[in-house]
């Protein structure tokens, strides 16, 4: 019988009838009870004892049921993850918003200070606790309850706490300037904040193009981001004519002369190679 599920034949030469094979009727029999028996376990179980038990699957819809109890058992463990990550992001975050019981402030470059705690500096970054406990291999804390990140405004200062405490705002949906994510993805290395550094890099690799193109590879070559130079080194040798006579380059090119020799060699390779 010509099955119009797994049947190789081209859908134009199958019967003009829906016709189905005994393992296809067997599976999506499979897959139908064990819906059932999910949405009967949701109403709390009321369902009858018959209806949960005339399912007996064969040899022939095992397979099936055991991909979707994985699949269910995934989802489960997604959900619980979800909710985990909820509940340590809210009280971390409500902490912070809050000021309660915060122990040390962060002065950034220009703006006002920003309230913190010592524990969670300590615990994200390695540079913080060694700054912190004031270890001689390290730059020391300033005495009195606060430190200084002159490299970063208060902005830059306020994404960085946030993503510390909490992980995130820096998502697609997150509305970041783009000059806010490179002074943070140089963060993140001066830091030692992988997490922090992944994020940016998916960010600022996701959205370079010609006209911001010098300035990403700049910043990456600065943050030591190999993902992120070869993104932008790429986009380079892609637009070379648009890039290389814009009237950024000049600058660029008085800023970072041994990125201009590897553009030259990079380009010189690439007409060699076609």
Request: charged share 25%; proline share 5%; aromatic share 6%.
């Amino acid at each position: 019988m010509d099955c119009c599920i797994c049947s190789p034949m081209a859908t134009m030469y199958r019967l003009p009838r829906n016709t189905i094979c005994a393992p296809c009727y067997e599976g999506a029999k499979a897959i139908t009870g064990f819906l059932n028996k999910d949405e009967q376990e949701d109403d709390g179980g009321r369902g009858s004892a018959k209806s949960r038990g005339s399912m007996k699957p064969n040899s022939s819809t095992m397979g099936m049921r055991d991909a979707w109890e994985k699949v269910k058992e995934m989802g489960d463990r997604e959900e619980t993850t979800n909710q985990r990550t909820d509940f340590l992001e809210h009280g971390f975050g409500l902490a912070w918003k809050e000021g309660m019981h915060t122990d040390i402030v962060v002065k950034p470059g220009t703006g006002p200070p920003i309230p913190a705690h010592k524990a969670i500096l300590a615990a994200r970054s390695e540079i913080f606790r060694h700054m912190l406990s004031g270890e001689e291999q390290c730059i020391k804390a300033p005495a009195g309850d606060a430190i200084s990140l002159p490299e970063l405004s208060h902005d830059e200062l306020f994404l960085l706490l946030s993503f510390l405490y909490t992980g995130g705002g820096l998502d697609d949906e997150d509305d970041v300037p783009e000059r806010h994510l490179h002074a943070l993805l140089v963060a993140a290395d001066k830091y030692d904040v992988p997490f922090l550094r992944r994020a940016c890099e998916a960010r600022l690799a996701a959205s370079v193009e010609p006209r911001n193109v010098l300035r990403t590879l700049e910043v990456a070559d600065l943050s030591s981001s190999a993902v992120l130079r070869e993104r932008a080194m790429d986009t380079v040798l892609e637009h070379a004519e648009q890039v290389v006579f814009s009237p950024e380059y000049e600058d660029f090119a008085v800023r970072n002369a041994g990125l201009c020799v590897e553009i030259t060699r990079a380009l010189l390779a690439k007409t060699n190679a076609a």
